[in-house]
């Protein structure tokens, strides 16, 4: 295993790599070898393009957080996690589509009390959101654990984070302010990458939720907004037309809360299905 | 832009990418989509293992610094790199093989003084390395530039590295202690990558010059060891038979560096041999 070049080095590694115990672990790493190489042989990458790739990484690497994923926000911006939601996403028809990777948060997010007001920070409009987790027959699936995000503007890692209660009926309320646009940050690897290939930075606003319960698949999934400029412009490729939604505005008065608003507000009713395990 | 799917992802992402404006980057990340949703598809990756590869990169990120870099090792590691060195290692026969990147230090190495002995601190035998930078048809090329490492055991980043004198005749001498095989370790990312793959852990003994001077092409190159029994088992792929020495063994008495040593020690007489630019 000598004198090793561009014709025989491709072999050579899967040779090497044929004592792997794991059979997947083994069919995962030919595969990601194969189209390695091929990418490096295609476009005949050069010792300076290289040298940039693995600076870039180490970019990535060093302003990688668990709130801030680079290599995450980086294989969404690929496409690469779309094709892998995409591909595993085999549910009866009629059940709330996946549309993001659920993450596990470093600290437990909080149980937000009935009827609390989430996202009472922002400037954007108040939102009544409820509805019901369901299966795919319509019945409710009580104690679902339900947990809602509400991405900031502007990216800034104060995301808000909660598990909503969901009553016997299986039954959620939420008072929120609405999400607004959120924006890829400029001095981040990922965002770095979007401005080397002339990509806008701006996503279409969104709740993500990602809801559990026993026996049913574990669901993640953003809620857009009908009429947002970004919709057809996610430079993360994510917004599915089941998802996007048309909140009712209202020009003040009795909330879904039961309490009296002098400000105008929005309401959504919003149901998750989910599939059986 | 809505609903992509595994079937529609590729091509949107690489509508999206049409506007990159450099006809180059264009192409690079064309075929890297192309090639990673290849991957991707080929074997049908789940979430669990894209999150696997993902928190891979991040601990890789971790841990990579300017002297243990993480994302070369990987690369290494695949036999990227010995890949991208081959197909651009286009040099006149009688040249010295390229075997490994540049990487340049974040401090300048010292210069060290001529017959100055470089790695004291060492357990290995005593080595005396003399020899010349040549062009091709055998002309010395005068004040090179010329740079060691010694890569140490266990891969603990106490690497030696320093600049070696050339005299104006292209001659260089290096008094060192020989090196020693060397360890990637298990407890960084690139080591249990290695061990996850079933791969050993160590390589050939091994200097590292870089040789740079005005009208050639710089080389980064490695000088291995005749009887190493790692030679053949190189976890980083980057042994070349030309790069294989024969060090002369003599039990003692008067050195190259006219010295006289009770012990043991080694020569060598080694080139490098430099294209034009």
Known sequence: MRNLDEMTITQAVL?????????RLCEIMTSLVQNLHAFAREIKLTETEWQRGI?????????????????????????LSTLVLAQNDRKPVGCTETAAFHVTPEQAPVLL??????GADSNTAKGYLQGAVLDVQGHAIPHAVLEVHRACPHDNGAIDRALLPVDEGGRYHLCTALPDN?????????????????RPHWRPAHFKFTVGATGYQRLTTHVFRAGDPYLDADPLFGVRSSLIT???????????????SNDPFYTLAFDFVLAKE
């Open 55 to 79: 600076d870039f990484l180490a970019q990535a690497g060093a302003a990688n957080t668990a709130d801030r994923q680079q290599f995450a926000l980086i294989s969404h911006v690929l496409g």
């Open 15 to 23: 040779a090497k790599n044929s004592g792997i115990g794991d059979a």
């Open 182 to 198: 959120q924006h890829i940050p400029h001095d981040s690897p990922a965002g770095q990458l979007l401005a080397a290939l002339n």
């Open 113 to 118: 009390d009935a009827g609390a007001d989430f």
């Open 246 to 260: 048309e909140w009712q505005w209202h020009s003040g008065g009795m909330t879904p809360a039961g309490t009296v």
